[in-house]
């Protein structure tokens, strides 16, 4: 996992909350921290080309660097504690005035200069920071204000939390100190690591092995589960969504939001669904028999009679989580644990609900045929290329009179 760690005013990648997050955390984690230019108008373009360049797994701002953290892309988890949403509003700290910073820089530089240029940068863009933001943007839950109960020195916890709703207290002050990090920043890192390992079996068991059109000699992770990647940009967006699931889950039951109402279900039964099996590429139709469970339109189970083209009724069962935009049959796993150490990715247990779960007869549910028709049909289209490609190798005089 790679972390990218956001210092504050003043301070440096070189500083002690560094090395001691490295020392907390195993050494597979990877943690960059760069030193951030003085003048936002630089380090807001410098920290975005940065995670377009590498891939963070989690951000972690601390006051102005928690500022900016909540600012890049939200495909990252962001972690920011005690964001200085309004830096220039604190006359006592950012004022015209040569500073010395609090670790030496890794170009040598023990100084640095404000000016009311970039006082004036700071002004602007603190006025246009949420200019990005979507209210109704899922991600929003990737992004966790941490505020501490004494800090006398930004109070920007009502204005975060407008904005997103993952936030929580801690006792101590403004500075991110070594108890913070023991005590909370570590622990929400460790929980998101057990999301990743979860999200890297479920993803290959749901997407790879049900719904991916790459073939499997040439997918790999098929070849290896231990990897993370799921074809082309499917890994991230599944890993994304597996996150934002776990921790809406998680603030619903710590009462910090609420669910949302809705008019009417979305399902019913007898309403009609229908399908299609890469395995043996046939579309099937069917019905809702029975509805399990239901919480809203992204949340719910349902019994469901299948009838394949030219066969008999499969009953099966299509489950909704929050993961996918669509139904699909259920797998049953209601918990996972996994290894610890060397094997900490491979699972140890898998409690699994016995359900009359059909995954060769209908992977894909849809509750209309156009969905239904377009997957199957990009599908095929996906499988011919891959054919046409497999004859053009075949075919190719450079494969069969070219030494190994």
Known sequence: MNILYLHGFGSSGQSSTVEYLKKSLPDYYHIEAPDIPVDPAEALPFLKQLCEKEHFSVIIGTSMGGMYAHQL?????????????????????????TFDFFQPRKDGKTQFTITEEIIQHFREMEEHQFDNWKASAPESLLCMGLFGTEDTTVNCREEFQRYYPNVQTFEGGHRMNQKVLKNVVVPIIKRLEEYRREAGLIGQLENCARFCPEDRDTCLFCQNYGGHTLCGDKP???????????????????????????????????????????????????????????????????????????GLPVETRIVMDGLFDTPRVSLGIKSLKFAEGEDAERPVDMKIEELPSHISIAPMVFLDKESAKKTARDYLEHQKELEDKAIEDLNSDYFWNNDL
């Open 73 to 97: 892309p939200a495909d990252f988890v962001r972690i920011c504690v005690n964001p200085a949403l309004h830096l220039s509003r604190i006359t006592d700290i950012l004022k015209p005035s």
């Open 236 to 310: 991230r967006h599944f890993m994304k969504r597996y996150f934002i699931e776990k921790e809406w889950q998680r603030l619903l039951q710590e009462g910090l939001v609420s669910q949302p109402e809705e008019k009417e279900p979305a399902i019913h039964v007898g309403d009609r669904v229908y399908g299609f099996t890469p395995n043996y590429r046939k579309p099937y139709k069917g019905k809702i028999t029975e509805i399990v469970s239901y919480t809203d339109k992204n949340h719910y189970e349902a019994n469901i009679s299948m009838r394949p083209f030219y």
